[in-house]
């Protein structure tokens, strides 16, 4: 039996995808559930990355609960002949609480997956914040007498790939802006704003260091041995040297760019005389 | 309810039965790219399109990313539809499901039947379920293909505002999300309906590589509960800020890009050369044609003189077969990529160049120090 060990990793896109089905949820539904979707990584089974999931129906009309299940069946077809190596490890539900029900359809889901993993995402903010959990059921009580199920809690991090963090950040610089939507920009403007981030950092560094420097802030010398590594990054390249690594780096750049205007003006040549 | 089914049931057929066989046949060799779509000069209010705006929401843009890291290794692309709605000038683009890769061996998957499931399933969840158009990975731009062209315009035809958004995850993950959405003109739209390829036909309809594809320009668009979300995952996670945008080693991104290049450039002189001699060819033969019509005029007067019946008129056009003249669609294509890597080229030195004066910013201060 595969024991989930203490940490669940999700990415980015099983959140924003429950926040998506949570609000296109039907008039009077509560709750949105779903099932999880991963894919196993290594052999140590202690890390579970979560991947996707899909949002299947609930009604909840108390005291009973109907799941339709045969879409999540469907769905999950569906989706393996697009990733063939995701397997169900769970399911979600929005809110804040575990109830009743939450044991049942764990029950249902313990069929489909060892040892399922339950993940609450509180869309409702019941306690200001959205708050993410994820549990394990373990049994408890006292065995052949009262046997109950018993949630307990696993630890959440969130891992992205390379590209998902660069697609985060963009999203990320929508909540600064009053219509929550924000255009692509342009290359230069890129490298624009990334130098004007590290121009941010190395302010707070200085600020920090003249602080220390006349007495405001007590010097730490951890931070200082952070800062005296920094410094020595920059690589001690003697001058001439650097000015011909500079030199030839530009001349191959500036001659890339001839070049390719060069064949564009070409091909628009041609183009023209053939057209004649 | 059922108008939509009938249509989204009329686009599934054609755009992804042409569109999925075809990439995957050069899996190995650098993608056949086709002329890349320039966006044209003109700003965007000036386009003429029903679209002018995509909005699309941060859920798409993260499962994009993710199929194709997941499925996309190597230089398969990675194909998907796009969901969404049509308001007022704008497309939105709500949601996203991936197609998955055909392979050789199941021959008798049906595409179709995949597609009609899953947009019935989505529709169960109150997705939008209106196919708006679809999207593809490419490898350092090279997307212009017949088989790209074949597929948006099956898809515009039947959808008028349908969009292609194309995904560069190399671009990307060199430190700015690139992702561009394209529409055919409508004039290319003409040619392809009227299938007419051969050189005059293109001149007639004044089309150059330069507008054959429209660039449409693209926000991101996040709901609120999203936007809480982003701000619980700063939070929470712990990633740290690599900055890649601002990495210096860029000539192995280079060897890449100029190598496409002259693989197209190569093909684009070949082309030139088939039609030179196709030209060559014609005008030979109008030659050979007046010349014989001369001959046959001159012979004429003579019996005329003599008081002999002139001889009888021969059909010049069986004998002078007109050579075939070489359809021009592949050309173009070809050109329009070429400049789609020109464009992504001067792009990346740009940014290098930038980059290269920060560095020397940098070491100049050291200099300095020093001496």
Request: hydrophobic share 35%; glycine share 4%.
């Amino acid at each position: 039996m595969s024991v989930y060990g203490p940490v669940v990793k999700i990415h980015p896109v099983v959140l924003a995808s429950i926040a998506d089905s949570y609000e296109r949820r039907n008039e009077g539904a509560l709750r949105v559930i779903g099932t999880l979707l991963a894919i196993f990584r290594t052999a140590p089974l202690s890390f579970l990355n979560v991947f996707f999931d899909f949002s299947c129906f609930y009604f909840i009309f108390p005291p009973e609960v109907a799941v339709d299940m045969e879409f999540a069946k469907n769905m999950y077809e569906l989706h393996k002949k697009v990733s063939p190596s995701e397997v169900i490890v769970g399911w979600y539900a929005t809110g804040f609480d575990i109830t009743e029900h939450s044991v049942l359809i764990h029950e249902y889901y313990s069929r489909e997956a060892q040892n399922p993993i339950h993940l609450t995402v509180d869309t409702a903010l019941q306690s200001g914040r959205m708050n993410i959990r994820a549990y394990v059921s373990a049994q408890m009580g006292v065995p052949s007498k009262t046997v109950g199920v018993m949630f307990s809690p696993l630890t959440v991090k969130y891992v992205y790939f390379d590209t998902e963090r660069i697609g985060v950040d963009l999203l990320q610089r929508t909540r600064t802006s009053p219509s929550r939507s924000k255009g692509l920009t342009t290359d230069l403007e890129q490298v624009g704003s990334a130098a004007a981030r590290i121009q941010d950092m190395l302010t707070t560094v200085l600020s920090y260091t003249e602080d220390v420097l006349s007495g405001k802030v007590t010097p730490d010398n951890t931070v200082g041995r952070f800062l005296m590594d920094l410094v020595n990054k920059v690589p001690k390249i003697t001058a001439e040297d650097f000015e011909s690594m500079l030199n030839s780096n530009i001349n191959d750049l500036l001659m890339v760019t001839y070049l390719a205007n060069l064949t564009r003006a070409q091909i628009a040549l041609n183009e023209k005389l053939i057209c004649l | 309810m059922a108008a939509c089914k009938d249509s989204a049931s009329a686009i599934a057929v054609p755009e992804d039965e042409v569109s999925t066989p075809t990439p995957i046949p050069t899996p190995t060799s650098t993608p056949s790219s086709t002329p890349t779509p320039t966006p044209t000069p003109t700003p965007s209010n000036t386009l003429d399109s029903p679209v002018k705006q995509i909005q699309i929401e941060g859920l798409v843009v993260l499962k994009i990313i993710k199929h194709y890291q997941e499925e996309g290794q190597g230089n398969e692309v990675v194909q998907g539809v796009l969901l969404g709605l049509v308001v007022e000038d704008r497309l939105e683009i709500t949601n996203c499901f991936p197609f998955p890769q055909h392979t050789e061996d199941d021959a008798d998957f049906d595409e179709v039947q995949y597609q009609m499931e899953m947009m019935r399933s989505l529709r169960h969840v109150n997705i939008d379920h209106l196919h708006v158009g679809w999207y593809q990975s490419t490898y350092y731009g090279s997307f212009v293909s017949r088989a790209l062209l074949d597929s948006q315009f099956s898809y515009q035809h039947a959808i008028e505002e349908s969009v292609v958004l194309v995904y560069d995850p190399i671009k990307t993950a060199q430190g700015s999300l690139s992702l561009k959405a394209y529409r055919l003109t409508p004039k290319l739209m003409e040619i392809c309906k009227e299938k007419d390829f051969t050189p005059e036909g293109l001149k007639k309809a004044s089309i150059g590589f330069e507008n054959m594809f429209e660039e449409v320009p693209i926000v991101i668009k996040n709901s609120h509960l999203i936007n809480v979300l982003m701000w619980e995952m700063e939070q929470k996670s712990a990633v740290s800020d690599k900055q890649e945008l601002l990495n210096l080693s860029s000539s192995n991104h280079l060897e890449k890009s100029l190598q496409l290049l002259m693989d197209r450039v190569d093909d684009m002189s070949q082309d030139i050369v088939k039609y030179n001699t196709f030209s060559r060819n014609v005008s030979k033969q109008q030659q050979q044609k007046h010349q014989y019509l001369q001959r046959r005029q001159q012979e004429n007067t003579q019996r005329q003189t003599r008081g002999e019946p002139p001889l009888p008129e021969e059909d010049i056009s069986k004998m002078f077969k007109p050579p075939q003249p070489p359809p021009r669609m592949d050309t173009l294509l070809i050109a329009g990529q070429i400049n789609t890597y020109c464009q992504h080229i001067k792009e990346f030195t740009s940014q290098n160049l930038a980059k290269m004066f920060m560095a020397e910013a940098l070491q100049g201060h050291n200099v300095l120090k020093k001496s």
